[in-house]
């Protein structure tokens, strides 16, 4: 299924301001903001996908509270401003602290201005994986130090890094934080 996609006319744009408050006027959507300033309207997670996704938030929030000297993590209800100017959330995402404390209460409060070091993205019924795997390379081209596409549907793990090949592995292995999340193993096996 294809997300919905408001275009608007270049001279109507959304400002970062005014597209905070049409996604809070509008909290049951879930909305991004592509590089254009198309807006994407998502279509909510169904039961399996669900369940995928509370495994993998459970592996991912026991690391961060183990670990909160090092940063902060996020769920997929934040979104964030990325150097592109597009607006995108993240199923997770992990922000160090000396990044994010540099933010204002401001910045902190609406999307925050900057791109997090890791994201998680889990495909449901409902994504494209051709668009998931265009997505994780906007990560990438925005800054992110280390991303994770888990495909509960095929089974595979795909992992992102910058100026590297994307690897592919399947549900039996782990896949590690490696120096972004020192010591996080996300175990597939699991899912």
Not at 151 to 179: H, K, N, V, W
Request: proline fraction near 6%.
């Amino acid at each position: 299924m294809e997300r919905l996609s408001l275009i608007f006319p270049p001279t109507v744009q959304f400002s970062d301001d005014e597209l905070f408050d049409f996604c809070v006027a509008n909290a049951g959507l879930e909305i991004e903001r592509d590089v254009n300033g198309k807006l994407l309207i998502m279509s909510p997670s169904g039961g399996f996908s669900a369940q995928v996704h509370l495994k993998v938030y459970h592996q991912f929030a026991n690391w961060i509270f183990s670990n909160e000297s090092l940063g902060y993590g996020f769920d997929a209800s934040g979104g964030f401003r990325l150097p592109d100017r597009s607006m995108r959330s993240p199923d997770a995402a992990f922000v160090s602290k000396m990044r994010w404390d540099a933010l204002s209460i401001e910045e902190k409060e609406k999307f925050p201005p900057l791109c997090p070091d890791f994201v998680i993205e889990v495909r449901s019924q409902t994504d494209s994986l051709i668009q998931l795997k265009a997505k994780m390379e906007d990560w990438l081209a925005n800054g992110c130090r280390l991303a994770w596409l888990i495909d509960p549907i095929e089974r595979q793990a795909y992992l992102y890094r910058p100026a590297a090949e994307t690897e592919s592995m399947d549900f039996s292995c782990t896949l590690s934080g490696e120096d972004v999340l020192p010591g996080f193993v996300l175990d597939l096996k699991k899912i």
